[in-house]
């Protein structure tokens, strides 16, 4: 039999988060939602703590010097990265790791030109085009420009979604649109309410499949998840909104679950795998990611968009992943803090 792998020695960890998601020292006595909101910080810190290590978490908003003062003081050995946004901007996140990399700290997570590449939803289908990885047909509408009707280089049914935000923010039915009206209207909404330029991309009737990814130049590629929602309408499109992803309730009503991609022929699950990785590498990402695709009706895998620092927490897409390709979750944790400190 062979030898148990060692985890790492024992190290001094900076969780670096919002200072709003910061877990309090008894978790029992907050509501459920409130729980659910810092879940992923709560079960990285007490994780890590489970390895051994001495996980301190520090919260930011918009200002460096704690981070600056922590590293001085604290001395980490690495910085666990669990920010999302800074100065209120999924697009700041990239300059705080930016800064770890100018002081010389080992961070986990994805580089700062990953990260920058990945958040565009456009730029990354473009670059994977141009290589010959299949995408939807796409166009942006940026905010503050007037959308009249489809543009002529697409068909609908299309899909309208942020240029940049994560987490199916501003995702709904709605956001699958099938004339020109609904088109302008959602758009409107994309640019007033959610403050964002407008993606618009071809809606791919199909599978919709997420594939996780941890290394840096060797990769691991965990088996492919699929999105079921077992009790939809039969007109309502197969898509993850916001309450799909976020919803416990709307979840459990519509019997929504992320089970392992079944049925996949060999050719489609090799392509797949081959897709994943060189989608990875030509986006310049690292630590650890997750793909998202469609598997059209033509059986070929449709890049959406690529999720770099994914949610980490322990029943996430990437640990149930992680679990089923024989990582228990803190052998993912220490995957991730591995790959952290090793060259990029």
Known sequence: ?????KTLRKHRILALMHTDLIPPDDVKKLEEQEFLELKTEYDVLQGLRKLGHEARPLGLVDDLAPLRSAITE???HIVFNLLEEFHGSVLLDQNVVS????VQVPYTGCNPRGLMIARDKALSKKILHYHRIPVPRFQVVPKGRTLKRKPAALEYPLIVKSLYEEASLGIAE???V????KLVERVAFMHEKIGSDAILEQYIDGRELYVGVIGNHRLRVLPPLELNIGKLRADAPRIATRRVKWDPAYQQRRDVKLEPAKDLSPEVARALLQVTKRAYRLLGLSGYARMDFRLGVDNRPYFLEANPNPDIAREAELAEAAERDGLDYPMLLDRVLRVGLAPR
Not at 99 to 102: A, G, K, R, T
Not at 178 to 181: A, C, M, P, R, T
């Open 74 to 76: 604290f001395k980490p």
């Open 178 to 181: 099938y004339n020109d009206e």
């Open 99 to 102: 800064y770890l990399e100018l």
């Open 174 to 176: 709605a956001s699958v």
């Open 1 to 5: 039999m062979a030898a148990k792998k």
